[in-house]
């Protein structure tokens, strides 16, 4: 059966956890199969060129459903901190300079910090959740996940700056625990990507039911 959702994304990390999201969620929807990412259909890459998550989120999305006639779906997330004015914000994912490095953006960006006082490491994870149907629908749905930067990467879970944003609003399991530390579950039952995407739920199910 052909893939009815595409994530518009290469990213694994990011598809794991939209499958995981959306699982049960949508009768008749098999996440494993039904949801695939951009490179499982070819879809091309995309210039993040937006000045916000929003406009880089639906010009991924607008590519990709044009692309492959699909309903499409995309997010474009990061990390801002206060101290940083919101920084690196929509340049998270480059912020030292090569796409996707993630070890060298988390040092850069510890090191940039490192004379900071652990009461001014305020920082949240923001996310803008995007969805477009070959027909034209368009939807968009944000979600945050607030909590302090750690000194120093921890946790071998996760991708991006997982390892070094401790959640605020852990239970006392896991408080002061990395994204990276906590489980998959407890992680995507919180994340910003997790609200941001269950909120777009009511709108992919209408996508699929039209």
Not at 39 to 66: H, I, Q
Not at 101 to 121: E, F, K, V, W
């Amino acid at each position: 059966m052909p893939a009815k959702v595409v994530l518009a994304s290469h990213n694994q990390g990011k598809l794991r956890e939209l499958r995981d999201i959306l699982r049960g969620q949508i009768p008749g929807l098999n996440v494993d199969t039904d949801v695939v990412d951009a490179t499982a259909v070819n879809a091309p890459d995309v210039v993040e060129d937006g000045v916000t998550f929003a406009e880089n989120s639906f010009k991924k999305a607008r590519a990709v459903s044009a692309a492959t006639g699909l309903i499409a779906i995309a997010d474009d997330s990061g990390l801002a901190v206060d101290v940083l004015g919101g920084a690196p914000g929509i340049f998270s994912a480059r912020w030292a300079g090569n796409h996707g490095d993630d070890a060298a953006n988390i040092n850069l960006l510890l090191a940039q910090l490192s004379d900071i006082d652990d009461s001014h490491r305020r920082a949240k994870f923001c996310c803008a959740a995007t969805m477009v149907t070959p027909d034209g629908t368009e939807a968009v749905e944000y979600g945050e996940l607030p909590g302090r930067l750690l000194r120093q990467p921890a946790g071998k879970g996760g991708f991006g700056y997982d390892p070094i944003l401790a959640p605020s609003e852990l239970t006392e399991e896991y408080a002061g625990k990395s994204c990276a530390e906590i489980p998959a579950e407890v992680k995507n039952s919180m994340s910003h990507r997790a609200r941001a995407f269950t909120a777009l739920i009511p709108h992919l199910r209408q996508a699929l039911e039209s």
